[in-house]
């Protein structure tokens, strides 16, 4: 199973620069604790029949230090995927400066965190990703599950030169799974947990330095340079 090591950084870092990055690491599955519960995500792929040729598995994983957690597996029904993820994790998680740099106000600076990856596979062979997004002549925006094993919230403004704008962070985590949107409009960028209509699933076979992985690129370049 092809892997890659964890390419979404942080916007005030690698928001402009495209990294992709390789790796082979093991695979460690996490079962959910005891009795069995689950996070049901359900997606429907924009157009997603036109991919059912080339893709019949859809795997679900966090990136880890040292090996990738696998959370949940399912089959790829014309563009409908049914993942089950657990509702509770307890390993595979990092630290809150793991993820964020400094001059911003945490809740709980305690807080563990990772980001979920989607990709696609034929024969057990990596096909591509699946990213969920709106891209309009206005604006952009990501969107990227983040869990959170406490209630946290993360409330800021930073002027970053690389960016050339203002960025504000205003996310509010629950204990959980929890939907993170990265807004871009004109030279403001924003973090926020307050839904977002708009956005689609899609899939892209480019690889995993195009897009499916730039919202999650835009969350931690401080993850990926000190691993």
């Known amino acids: 199973m092809t892997k890659k090591c964890l390419s979404f950084g942080w916007l005030l870092l690698a928001a402009v620069c495209g990294v992709g990055f390789s790796s082979c690491k ?4 996490i079962k959910p604790d005891e009795p069995v519960k689950s996070y049901e995500l359900n997606i429907t792929v924009e157009n997603g029949s036109m991919y059912s040729s080339i893709i019949d598995t859809v795997k679900a994983f966090m990136e880890g230090d040292q090996e990738d957690v696998a959370l949940a ?3 790829y029904n014309n563009g409908v995927i049914k993942l089950q993820l657990p509702l509770t994790i307890s390993e595979g998680l990092f630290s809150y400066s793991d993820f964020f740099p400094e001059g911003l106000t945490v809740s709980n600076p305690n807080v563990k965190l990772n980001i979920l990856y989607i990709e696609a596979y034929k024969n057990d062979s990596y096909v591509g990703d699946f990213y969920y997004a709106l891209e309009s002549y206005t604006q952009e925006i990501d969107g990227t ?3 959170s094993d406490t209630d946290c919230s993360i409330q800021g403004t930073l002027e970053d030169e690389e960016f050339e704008g203002l960025i504000s962070i205003n996310i509010n985590l629950k204990a959980g799974w929890n939907l993170v949107y990265i807004i871009e409009q004109s030279e403001r960028a924003e973090f ?16 995993p330095e195009y897009a499916p992985r730039k919202a999650h690129k835009k969350l931690s370049a401080n993850f990926a340079q000190n691993r």
């Open 26 to 29: 093991p695979e460690k599955v």
């Open 192 to 207: 926020t947990t307050t839904p977002q209509s708009g956005l689609k699933w899609f899939f892209s076979d480019y690889g």
């Open 145 to 147: 599950y983040m869990y």
């Open 73 to 75: 597996t399912a089959g």
